[in-house]
């Protein structure tokens, strides 16, 4: 089991970054794979980008290719995604996820209890 606490939401404007971090509790955190996955407000989970266990492979939705960056630090039990060129459909909160099997998508098994991004026009 693997307990998941992100951090660095807030206030930015359009055309700014935030780094989001989560940090995981437990010594079985490089054999998750991690992902970020967003819910705007009306909307559903949105899967936003992930990384595999190694950090060997990571994938992103089409909306934030080219401007978000997952990584992660598996020395340090964090993952992050590093936003930049914010836009203002970009406020959502932000949930880290974590998986044994699960990749892409919004099926993860633990969940964060989420960080808030609101992006200003």
């Known amino acids: 089991q693997v307990q998941l606490v992100e951090s660095g939401g807030g206030l930015v404007q359009a055309g700014g970054s935030l780094r989001l971090s989560c940090a995981a509790s437990g010594r079985t955190f490089s054999s998750y794979h991690m992902g970020w996955v967003r819910q705007a407000p009306a909307k559903e989970r949105e899967f936003v980008a992930s990384?595999?266990?190694?950090?060997?492979?990571?994938y992103y939705a089409d909306s934030v290719k080219g401007r978000f960056t997952i990584s992660r630090d598996n020395a340090k039990n964090t993952v992050y995604l590093q936003m930049n060129s914010l836009k203002p459909e970009d406020t959502a909160v932000y949930y880290c996820a974590a998986d044994r099997t699960t990749v892409i998508g919004a099926d993860y098994d633990y969940w964060g209890q989420g960080t808030r991004v609101t992006v200003s026009s």
């Open positions: 990384i595999t266990w190694s950090g060997g492979r990571t």
